[in-house]
């Protein structure tokens, strides 16, 4: 049995990105900062027959990232599947004259090195198990930087060139490298952007890897 990683493991995405997963026999790992919200939802999960296991880290520090992914690939079973899509915090998204180096700063962290960690953590074992999928999501930003959203836009956009960079280094192997993403973010609900919507589309990423970056809905110009 091989494992789903979720980085950013919460109740919409995460959760539904677990079940449409774990219905095709994989192992969920759940990784976000909080033990006692994994907990909760991998027992929910468990109740419905999924394998599951919380394992709490900081996306801003990778030595704890890297700690959390190997346990999980020794208790879960070898990372097949690597999702980040931790929700950035309010701090990132405020206006470009109105952040700080320090904000700008975070929001690197958290969507740059974060990935390269967590990249570089499972691509051996990818490699050693023969295959393996690595998607990453974002919002608009992250193709279409935003002034009102400095910080997600700066970070996003570092993100995305490590992506598709990531996806030539890549593209002669098993790995698959696939962007989703997500204008104006998840509505619960909506035709296009309900979790359980992104979560098919994932899995239809992950099954298909016929191309790296997908839209969940047309990119609509952002005013400036």
Request: glycine share 10%.
């Given at each position: 049995m091989t494992t789903l990683a979720?980085?950013?493991?919460?109740r919409q995405l995460g959760e539904a990105l677990a079940r449409r997963f774990g219905r095709e026999g994989f192992s969920i790992a759940l990784l976000s900062r909080s033990q006692e919200r994994l907990d909760a939802l991998a027992a929910d999960l468990a109740a419905d027959g999924i394998t599951a296991k919380g394992y709490a880290a900081n996306v801003r520090d990778p030595e704890a990232l890297v700690k959390a992914l190997d346990l999980a690939a020794q208790e879960l079973?070898?990372?097949?599947?690597l999702s980040y899509n931790p929700l950035p915090a309010k701090d990132f998204?405020?206006?470009?004259?109105?952040?700080t180096v320090y904000d700008i700063q975070a929001a690197f962290e958290f969507s740059v090195l974060g990935p390269v960690a967590a990249v570089h953590q499972v691509l051996q074992g990818m490699r050693v198990l023969g295959r393996g999928t690595i998607l990453f999501v974002n919002g608009g930003s992250a193709v279409q930087p935003v002034q009102h959203f400095a910080g997600t836009s700066i970070a996003f956009a570092g993100e995305t060139a490590y992506a598709e960079m990531l996806d030539q280094a890549l593209r002669d192997t098993d790995i698959h490298v696939a962007q989703l993403i997500i204008p104006g973010g998840i509505i619960r609900g909506d035709s296009e952007k309900d979790p359980e919507v992104l979560?098919?589309?994932?899995?239809?990423m992950h099954v298909?890897?016929?191309?790296?970056r997908t839209f969940a809905t047309e990119l609509e110009v952002q005013p400036y």
């Open positions: 979720i980085i950013g493991a919460g079973g070898p990372i097949e599947v998204l405020r206006p470009l004259l109105e952040s979560a098919e589309l994932l899995w239809k298909d890897r016929d191309r790296f």
